[in-house]
């Protein structure tokens, strides 16, 4: 994108300024200063000679050093000063800047034609035209537009103070240094507006920084996997937040095949299967991550778009890495912590199994009693839990008993202790559960007696909705959702015929089929929420890039000839990232964001494209309302502002080179082409 114009007032100032031109006039037209008012506010140039040549636009100009004074406006030092400024770009701002002089020739075709020729994403070329003091500007692909922006209010503010301070400004701003000095008008020396725009400077430039500084605690907040929620934050955050995960990632990985190490000898090769696993994923995905990142350093993407879908891309998956390499860590560590503490567990199961010993004849004379109270059919499903738990116990004590054998081996020999620790709980708790069904009978058979047609029902309408998530575009795990539903409808159907012989199996079997059914329907749930609220934001990028391409399309429509064929092939670019959206829309929403979002930010180029387009054919036409030097301009401004009370500089520049006036004249809304001066 190529900036270019005759330096103006910053936006911030526009209002104060507006009022403050309107005051002097009318003063003027009254009798009370019009010469005072006219001295102060010099015009750069008179119309006739402030038009540009157009003849050629090749140039014999060659950036072989940062600063190039074509047009012979600085001495030596001051050169080496602005060049000694420029050198730390790079490194402060990450912005490597040119800035050239030249005299009488058009900064609007040069600067982005010494762009090209450079080819450096992150360069900038500043082209000023000492003759009439338009200016050019041409960023890099990686250039932050924030910098740019920056740029083009240092020359605006400073090069009313001669060309040396001009440059000076401007190599400031890529050096991330303050200027304390004043900066002057452009057009002028108005030492009361002076002070305050040099103070607004320093304090934007540190408002930003806290700007950018939260927008990058934000991004570190959101959960690696979430792109959608990733895709809203700026570039200069996914930057660091990816150099971030890259880095801690690499930490990971270096700790992790450490791990993997020490966890091998004491557990061996078989138990650390899935620490192995975790870690040579996360090396893949970390040279993956290095390549893509030294694509974004030597500048091999094609745009910004390009580069923070590589940026989101290593978030998303070092995140992830990280996360997964992590678990599988802290899972060792918590087995060593078992294994240290090995002997006290022991003792403990061998005392659980003592207790669950003694429950086995309590449960034998629970049964007889119900036996002689109840059907004894409809205790077919508890009658052998007695004998279930007393072979799970026996199991049990057999593998307490090969762990003491263990606990008497040396260390890094003692590897299987934390299986045989570990198979000794499941019995037990196996054993503990068939004891806690007789000891719970007679209440869950009246229970299930009271309530298993009303689980039927529930279960009947959990299948139906979850058919309907199955069925919906959303990203959810269809496959865990699929074995769920299957298992709920096996005992739903075994619980509608055998619910009156086996009301006690039937309703739990159908109450655990139940509680699976009901955890995958709850995140079908919240799979679904989320992509309807992906399509919502979707909906609205979309709704916004078309309104956007629609406005730029008008004004080829309206403008014709003046609108250039860059900002036409933006906006069919434009068209087609929105064609991509749409398509993608039901079934890829997350990708049919990104494409909105390009659509989005190309359509706001080529209105940019546009607009610079029509001002400078007014500028080349010498569009001007007629006149010349301060006097017409001065006239056109207070006219459109006493006319119009707002607009920017309003009508009077004639036909709508500056805008309309009013609400009207201009492409994009009141006040200008594309929304004021």
């Not at 990142?293 to 879908?309: K, P």
């Not at 403990?348 to 003592?354: D, I, R, Y």
């Not at 400078?616 to 006219?639: C, E, F, I, Q």
């Amino acid at each position: 994108m190529c900036a270019v114009n005759s330096p103006s007032p910053s936006a911030s100032g526009d209002r104060r300024s507006r009022r403050f031109v309107a005051s002097l006039a009318i003063a003027g037209l009254t009798g009370l200063g019009a010469a005072g008012f006219s001295a102060a506010l010099a015009a750069p140039a008179t119309a006739e000679t402030s038009v540009l040549a157009q003849t050629a636009t090749d140039t014999d100009i060659t950036l072989d050093s940062q600063v190039v004074d074509d047009a012979g406006v600085l001495s030596d030092s001051e050169k080496s000063e602005i060049s000694d400024l420029l050198a730390k770009g790079p490194k402060e701002t990450g912005v490597k800047g040119y800035l050239v002089f030249v005299d009488n020739q058009d900064p609007q075709s040069l600067a982005p034609q010494l762009q090209s020729e450079i080819g450096i994403n992150n360069g900038l070329v500043i082209v000023i035209n000492t003759s009439d003091r338009t200016y050019g500007t041409a960023p890099g692909a990686k250039v932050p537009t924030s910098v740019t922006t920056d740029v083009n209010s240092a020359i605006k503010e400073n090069i009313g103070d001669g060309f040396p301070e001009g440059g000076k400004a401007v190599a400031k701003v890529l050096a991330d240094e303050s200027d304390s000095g004043n900066s002057a008008w452009l057009w002028g020396g108005v030492g009361v507006l002076a002070v305050g725009g040099g103070g607004a400077v320093v304090w934007s430039k540190k408002k930003r920084r806290k700007d950018e500084a939260a927008e990058v605690e934000t991004t570190r907040s959101i959960t690696p996997g979430d792109s959608s929620d990733l895709a809203q934050q700026p570039t200069h955050a996914l930057r660091t937040v990816a150099a971030e995960e890259l880095q801690s990632t690499d930490e990971s990985v270096r700790k992790g095949a450490q791990e993997l190490t020490t966890a091998e000898s004491e557990f061996g090769v078989e138990r650390t299967r899935e620490l192995r696993k975790a870690l040579e994923s996360s090396q893949r995905t970390l040279s993956q991550a290095y390549g893509d990142h030294q694509r974004l350093a030597n500048g091999l993407v094609r745009d910004e778009a390009e580069e923070r879908d590589i940026l989101i891309g290593i978030i998303a998956n070092c995140g992830t890495a990280d996360k997964n390499l992590n678990e599988q860590a802290e899972r060792f560590a918590t087995l060593r912590e078992k294994l240290i503490n090995a002997p006290e567990i022991v003792d403990k199961l061998f005392q659980e199994t003592v207790d669950l010993r003694t429950r086995v004849p309590r449960a034998r004379a629970t049964l007889e009693s119900l036996t002689s109270r109840v059907d004894p059919a409809l205790l077919s499903s508890v009658n052998d839990n007695p004998d279930i738990a007393d072979a799970e116990i026996t199991q049990a004590e057999e593998a307490l008993s090969r762990a003491r054998e263990l606990l008497n081996l040396p260390p890094g020999e003692q590897g299987e202790l934390v299986d045989a620790a570990r198979a000794a709980r499941m019995a037990m708790n196996q054993a503990a559960s068939q004891l806690d069904s007789v000891d719970r009978a007679e209440v869950q058979l009246r229970e299930a007696q009271s309530n298993l047609e009303s689980l039927i029902d529930e279960v009947d309408g959990e299948i139906t909705e979850a058919t309907e998530h199955a069925a919906s575009n959303a990203e959810l795990d269809r496959t865990a959702l699929a074995a769920a539903v299957e298992k709920a409808k096996t005992a739903l159907a075994d619980a509608r015929s055998r619910g009156s012989q086996d009301p006690l199996g039937t309703y739990s079997a159908l109450l655990e089929a139940d509680g699976e059914l009901d955890i995958q329907i709850d995140e079908a749930r919240g799979a679904r929420n989320s992509y309807e609220r992906t399509i919502a934001m979707v909906d609205r990028t979309i709704a916004d890039a078309t309104a956007r391409l629609q406005s730029v399309e008008d004004t080829i429509h309206t403008r014709g000839s003046m609108v250039g064929v860059t900002a036409r092939s933006l906006a069919q670019s434009a068209g087609q990232a929105l064609g991509d959206a749409r398509r993608m829309r039901d079934t890829r929403p997350k990708d049919a964001f990104h494409a909105a979002q390009q659509a989005n930010n190309i359509a706001s180029q080529a209105a940019q494209h546009a607009q610079k387009d029509i001002d400078d054919y007014n500028r080349r036409h010498n569009n001007y309302g007629g006149g010349s030097g301060a006097g017409s301009m001065v006239t056109g401004l207070v006219l459109g502002s006493l006319l119009s009370g707002h607009g920017g500089f309003g009508g009077g520049f004639g036909g709508g080179g500056f805008g309309g006036g009013g609400g009207g004249g201009g492409d994009f809304g009141g006040g200008g082409d594309f929304g004021g001066f």
